[in-house]
């Protein structure tokens, strides 16, 4: 074949050309001008980034006639040779086919001949990761100590999978992803020498595509030149990778901020008639607003944004969509994404989040609703409290007079609410087990109840609020917040509906005992601390008449807790 691909021709062949890894590439050349030249080294990193290439790189640089230099000169013949494979004492082998103990032992066996053409014999291994364990085994000796004239390049995408034995026996280079802008680089001068007209919205809709992997972009690339006719276009580009243009995704956008779901769900249609990929369009959708993100709150990165190209249209948009909404839209296609992975309807799922997109003020209205009630709460307790301030200034002002002599009076509650005491420990003393498993197993059917009969200010009140005793004619409803349990107290519509549903729940009758939540405590640990006093009175009475041998005989049978004594 004459033709070859583009990441063929223009595989780099010095340093300079390996894009995007300067800080691989700037020790390898200090090393080389210093001699320092390691007898082993890993390349790890993803695919597509200048592994391999790095490694011939490295040892047409140990090879070449001009060493030490930091860059091969590519016209010696130890270069050209090295470069068409012509020379045998560069040898490249691929571990995923020549994974067994027996072709590593064959390379220890002829590791101690010396090089016939140039100075190095150099083994590079790709896919090194694919060794099995006996192989391993195999190369550990020579791979630590192996003859002056032998260099080991192991590459490998998969670094997890080599023994940390392999590792430690290796100077490690990471490679990383290449970022799109140093992809657009490379292809514009790609295509510039090779005299390609083209568009400038191309380069970065292949180079999104690509992933960070350069092999990738020119082979997207070669496509979409193929695809082409004279020129190649940012459509020719879009179709080729199966990516959504901006001038939709600024469509879609705008339907979603006029909050059209028919208009969404049309251009979505649209998409999806011309074959593109939904699991692509959604992710192109979050770098979308992931982007607009980016432009609202930092303008000056420009050029960190990966999916769109700052226009018009796009700015428009980005003024009338908060950051909030924003954080939503986010959210809601991330979790779309989630469960596209696993479901075999996306559309589906496309579907119903574009919906929801449309409709984001409405959810966020019904689920403020509680914070809405507690602020009206709040005001309306401060308007009582400030009327009580205005009607009786001068109680206030005379009461240090009055008490400077006396016992300190007890301090009103500054929100107004008095605990009922008396009722509460009535309960308590009356109180069961059942009774309370009664009510807080029938508690959230109560709360449906008063949503379906159109009481959602009533329901709001309880969000903070649980039963935490009952007993068979009433039971307290212990509320986190004072503000709540005053606002419910003077409720009576509330009081009502909340026994009415109960009653008609648990066939039971019973009477609301408000209580906030640290009066709760306080009367609970008096009401407890008082019960225990009197049992421990009678456990010295019981203990009084433990000489009757017919009481002693009593408590043996059913203890002191069943037992009563009379005169």
């Known amino acids: 074949m004459s033709y070859q691909a583009l990441y063929r021709v223009w595989r780099p062949q010095r340093f300079?050309?390996?894009?995007?890894?300067?800080?691989?590439?700037?020790?390898?050349?200090?090393?080389?001008?210093?001699?320092?030249?390691?007898?082993?080294?890993?390349?790890?990193?993803?695919?597509?980034?200048?592994?391999?290439?790095?490694?011939?790189?490295?040892?047409?640089?140990?090879?070449?006639e001009q060493a030490p230099t930091a860059e091969p000169c590519n016209e010696c013949a130890s270069c050209r040779g090295i470069t068409d494979g012509s020379i045998q004492d560069v040898i490249e082998i691929d571990a995923a086919s020549?994974?067994?103990?027996?072709?590593?032992?064959?390379?220890?066996?002829?590791?101690?001949?010396a090089p016939?053409?140039?100075?190095?014999?150099?083994?590079?291994?790709?896919?090194?990761?694919?060794?099995?364990?006996?192989?391993?085994?195999?190369?550990?000796?020579?791979?630590?100590?192996?003859?002056k004239h032998v260099m080991f390049i192991l590459a490998t995408t998969e670094p997890h999978k080599i023994p940390l034995t392999i590792i430690s026996r290796c100077q490690r280079f990471d490679f990383k992803r290449i970022?799109?802008?140093?992809?657009?680089?490379?292809?514009?001068?790609?295509?510039?020498?090779?005299?390609?007209?083209?568009?400038?919205?191309?380069?970065?809709?292949?180079?999104?595509?690509?992933?960070?992997?350069m092999r990738d972009a020119l082979s997207l690339l070669d496509q979409?030149?193929?695809?082409?006719?004279?020129?190649?276009?940012?459509?020719?580009?879009?179709?080729?990778?199966g990516a959504v243009g901006q001038e939709m995704l600024n469509e879609l956008a705008q339907a979603i901020v006029e909050q059209d779901a028919a208009s969404a769900l049309r251009v979505l249609e649209r998409l999806l008639m011309q074959g593109k990929d939904s699991g692509r369009f959604a992710e192109d959708f979050v770098l979308y607003f992931r982007d607009m993100l980016l432009y609202k709150t930092a303008p000056n990165l420009e050029e960190s944004m990966e999916r769109v190209m700052v226009d018009e249209s796009f700015a428009s948009?980005?003024?009338?969509?908060?950051?909030?909404?924003?954080?939503?839209?986010?959210?809601?296609?991330?979790?779309?994404?989630?469960e596209m992975k696993f479901s075999s309807h996306a559309r589906i799922h496309l579907e119903v989040a574009l919906v929801k997109l449309c409709q984001p003020r409405a959810a966020s209205a019904s689920a403020s609703m509680p914070e809405v009630q507690e602020l009206i709460g709040r005001i309306q307790m401060l308007e009582k409290e400030l009327q009580q301030l205005k009607s009786q200034p001068q109680v206030q002002a005379s009461e240090p007079a009055s008490n400077q002599g006396g016992a300190k009076r007890p301090s009103r509650s500054s929100k107004g609410f008095k605990a009922p005491v008396g009722k509460i420990e009535n309960v308590l003393s009356e109180a069961t087990k059942q009774d309370i498993q009664l009510i807080k197993s029938r508690w959230a059917d109560m709360l449906e109840l008063l949503n379906q009969r159109q009481m959602r200010s009533q329901a709001a009140l309880l969000n903070d609020a649980e039963p935490v005793a009952a007993s068979k004619e009433a039971f307290v409803l212990k509320f986190k917040y004072e503000i709540h349990c005053q606002m419910a107290s003077d409720n009576n519509q509330f009081m009502q509906a909340v026994s009415s549903i109960l009653q008609e729940l648990t066939s039971n009758v019973y009477q609301v005992v408000c209580v906030p939540e640290e009066s709760w405590l306080s009367i609970r640990k008096n009401f407890i601390s008082t019960q225990k006093a009197g049992q421990d009175e009678q456990g010295e009475s019981l203990k009084s008449e433990e000489e009757d041998p017919l009481i002693a005989e009593a408590l043996k049978l059913v203890g002191e807790d069943l037992l009563e004594v009379k005169d």
Do not use: W
């Open 16 to 64: 300079t050309d390996v894009v995007g890894q300067e800080h691989v590439t700037k020790t390898l050349q200090n090393a080389l001008l210093q001699q320092k030249i390691s007898h082993a080294y890993l390349f790890s990193g993803p695919r597509g980034t200048g592994k391999t290439s790095a490694a011939k790189i490295l040892a047409k640089a140990v090879n070449c």
């Open 98 to 113: 020549n994974n067994g103990v027996d072709e590593i032992r064959d390379i220890r066996d002829k590791v101690k001949y």
């Open 116 to 147: 016939s053409s140039v100075e190095y014999k150099v083994y590079i291994i790709d896919e090194v990761h694919m060794l099995s364990t006996g192989a391993f085994n195999a190369l550990l000796k020579t791979l630590e100590e192996p003859p």
């Open 179 to 213: 970022t799109s802008q140093d992809i657009v680089n490379r292809m514009d001068l790609i295509l510039r020498d090779s005299g390609m007209d083209y568009e400038e919205k191309a380069l970065p809709i292949i180079a999104r595509a690509a992933e960070g992997g």
């Open 224 to 241: 979409a030149v193929s695809y082409s006719s004279d020129r190649l276009t940012e459509e020719d580009a879009l179709t080729v990778t």
């Open 317 to 338: 948009l980005a003024q009338k969509i908060e950051l909030e909404q924003l954080y939503e839209y986010i959210h809601v296609l991330n979790q779309t994404q989630q």
